[in-house]
Nanobody, 124 residues
């Protein structure tokens, strides 16, 4: 069983930055596809960014150019650098992982392992 724990959330003003981290309870992330999802109140969960085992990435259109996903396989940490934050980015953010090889995907059903989530609030 893979356990994922998010950290780094909080409150920030519009235009500011936050970096989310996701620590995994496994020896290495090198064979995993990892992703960040978010869910705002009253809205469906949406994929934000993902990174495949080979390093390829995919981003939601709403965050392209503002968010960057990266991973440290040795430290088993996934990151999401969020810049130029907007009030619309306010949501609960979740880390997700899959140990099956796949192309970068923002479909949540493809990820069997999930963290508990962490809140990000952006004020205008």
């Amino acid at each position: 069983q893979v356990q994922l724990v998010e950290s780094g959330g909080g409150s920030v003003q519009a235009g500011g930055s936050l970096r989310l981290s996701c620590t995994a309870s496994i020896n290495t992330l090198s064979s995993f596809t990892m992703a960040w999802f978010r869910q705002a109140p009253g809205k469906e969960r949406e994929g934000v960014a993902c990174i495949a085992a080979d390093g390829r990435t995919k981003y939601a259109d709403s965050v392209k150019g503002r968010f960057t996903i990266s991973r440290d396989n040795a430290k088993t940490i996934l990151y999401l650098q969020m810049d130029s934050l907007e009030p619309e980015d306010t949501a609960m953010y979740y880390c997700a992982a899959s140990d099956r090889w796949m192309n970068p995907s923002l479909f949540g059903t493809r990820y069997p392992y999930w963290g508990q989530g962490i809140q990000v609030a952006v004020s205008s």
